[in-house]
């Protein structure tokens, strides 16, 4: 899991095979491990963007938010996960209890199945697929189906509109989105996260691609946006116009699965923001030269431990700064309508990213050096 | 037999089991939104099966074009028109149904026969992996070239009738018979839902 300095894998399985266990089985017990992992850190990352969610919302109104529950009401998250999962769960008389109950499922297992390719350094990732990004873009793909399917199953008009809705947005929105990433791809020549993030660790904060790709990436965090239904965009759930959308009849866990969707997508698209522009677990000035000034050597144990940590850091501080901006963006700017909406969409951003594709094209056969050759 | 070998062989086991379940399932189901979103479950299915197979950008592909915009694009038009009702008894249904399913069994002899007959060249040329992705750029753009792009040609023109045929309403003369067209809506008078509705 760690570069050749820190083999975690290894020692874990010599650790096994001491026992007298197969190397086979041992891989075998060692594979759920990082999964859990990614999983738990998934989970938290939910609740602490709940919990920004709810105190920077407050700031906005000059409220002062959740402040019983542990310090700061830093426990509110906790609380509120508690009440949704002793909640009853309710099947309404009409409805399809089977796609009912899929549906939810549909939507919450591919954004959870798509932290697999989100790197926290060199090789602190569940798998580096050839694949890498696409791998996101075609399982995000998947979601607007279970939308559909409860939207469906619901049997409630509300709900239909709200799927519906959610599914155009999705598909019209995903074109750009996949054509913003393509002209990163471009420059990196690879679609792996971890080989994009290598080509933007040149000279540190210089090199990364959100210089060579500014219209890249704010068509990436608009269609990141609008894939996630967060404010400018949340038409599918709009409540003064659908109650809430495809959400309406659920209750308890299935609410809560809806819920956490919502949050572990806005966090995984923002950690994906950060791997596609802002240098993944880069610090702004390059490790190897601190270390290099410091005069100690790349590979030495105690700096590869210190180097992980800064890109684990550096990853989600960035991944966070980016949910602050859309914390703050929901609290602050109206909805739009469905036809802007799709406008936007069709009209303005298909254009425009396939503009930005053809310049990076241009300027990747003119400055081979600058844009990777 | 080791432990890789069983979990892929158990892996090919469960997601045949799937395509084969879902596509019956397809077909014979009367609902047809249940229909659809079991082929999308068959799909996903081929989607693992391209898996098993090495080909990850193939499975990927899969994924995002089958799932995420066809089917999607099939529900949408189904929930769009469903009205929730059952189908009407058609005359002769036994009679049709077994010579659908004669049709059918024979299609399937037919293949099974090609399978069993054909001496296939095992095991074939090595998986090329992570590098699919830049081989199939490759061939699109030298020896496939042509069929890739008379396939974008066709879906371009697809697409263009598609819109022709759906916004009737824009175009001035009908495009099929050439008179002035009606430029109403085709499927109902555009009166507004609320004004002036006559109060009984």
């Known amino acids: ?373 | 037999m080791t432990i890789v070998g069983t979990t892929e062989l158990v892996c090919f086991l469960v997601l045949a089991a799937v395509v084969v379940a879902g596509s019956l399932g397809g077909v014979r189901l009367s609902n047809i939104v249940y229909s659809a979103f079991l082929l999308g479950g068959v799909f996903m299915a081929v989607a693992g099966l391209y898996l098993l197979l090495n080909a990850s950008f193939v499975a990927a592909a899969q994924v995002l074009v089958y799932v995420g915009a066809i089917n999607v694009l099939i529900l949408f038009a189904i929930m769009l028109v469903n009205k929730r009702e059952d189908l009407k008894a058609i005359a002769n249904l036994t009679t049709r149904r077994v010579v659908s399913a004669g049709v059918c069994l024979g299609l399937l002899a037919l293949l099974v026969r090609v399978v069993v007959t054909t001496p296939w060249n095992l095991p074939g040329p090595a998986a090329v992996g992570e590098e699919a992705t830049a081989r199939i750029g490759e061939h699109l753009f030298t020896d496939y070239l042509l069929p890739f792009e008379l396939a974008s040609v066709l879906l371009l023109m697809a697409m263009i009738g598609a819109i022709v045929l759906a916004r009737r309403d824009v175009l001035a003369t009908d495009v099929v018979t050439g008179e002035v067209a009606d430029q109403g809506l085709i499927e109902k008078s555009s009166t507004p839902l609320l004004l002036e509705r006559p109060s009984s």
């Open chain 1, 1 to 373: 899991m760690v570069s050749p300095g820190l083999d975690l894998e290894g020692s874990f399985s010599q650790a096994l095979q001491a026992f007298g266990l197969s190397a086979e089985a041992a891989r075998l017990l060692w594979l759920p491990l990082p999964m859990l992992l990614v999983l738990v850190a998934a989970v938290v990352g939910v609740l602490v963007s709940v919990w920004l969610e709810r105190k920077i919302s407050a700031a906005v109104q000059q409220r002062i938010g959740p402040e019983y529950a542990g310090a700061l009401g830093i426990l509110q998250p906790l609380a509120d996960g508690l009440k949704l999962l002793v909640k009853e769960d309710i099947i309404p008389a009409r409805a399809d209890s089977l796609l009912f109950t899929l549906g939810p499922v549909l939507v919450v297992v591919p954004v959870i199945v798509s932290w697999l390719i989100i790197p926290f350094g060199q090789s602190l990732l569940i798998s580096n697929v050839g694949v890498g990004v696409f791998l996101w873009i075609s399982f995000s793909s998947i979601q607007p189906i279970g939308l559909l399917m409860s939207g469906y199953a619901s049997n409630n008009k509300y709900s239909l509109l709200g799927g519906l809705r959610a599914a155009a947005q999705s598909i019209s929105y995903e074109i750009p989105l996949a054509l913003a990433v393509l002209a990163v791809v471009m420059m990196s020549n690879s679609l792996s996260t971890v080989d994009i993030v290598d080509q933007q660790t040149g000279v540190g904060i210089l090199s990364w691609n959100i210089w060579r790709q500014p219209v890249g990436f704010l068509i990436f965090w608009i269609c990141a946006l609008a894939e996630c239904e967060r404010l400018p965009f949340d038409l599918p759930e709009a409540e003064e116009e659908l109650v809430a959308g495809y959400q309406t009849e659920y209750a308890g866990m299935k609410f809560a699965l809806f819920y956490l969707a919502g949050y572990i997508n806005l966090v995984l698209s923002a950690l994906l923001v950060s791997v596609l522009y802002l240098g993944g677990w880069g610090f702004p000035i390059p490790v190897e030269w601190l270390a290099g000034w410091l005069g100690q050597s790349v590979d030495a144990p105690i700096v590869q431990v210190i180097t992980g940590s800064v890109g684990i850091v550096m990853t989600v501080l960035k991944a966070y700064l980016l949910v602050f901006v859309a914390i703050l963006l929901r609290w602050t700017t109206p909805r739009v309508r469905i036809d802007q909406l799709l406008d936007l969409g069709w009209k303005f951003l298909l254009p425009l990213s396939l503009v930005n594709l053809l310049v990076t094209a241009a300027l990747k056969l003119a400055f081979p050096v600058a844009f990777g050759g």
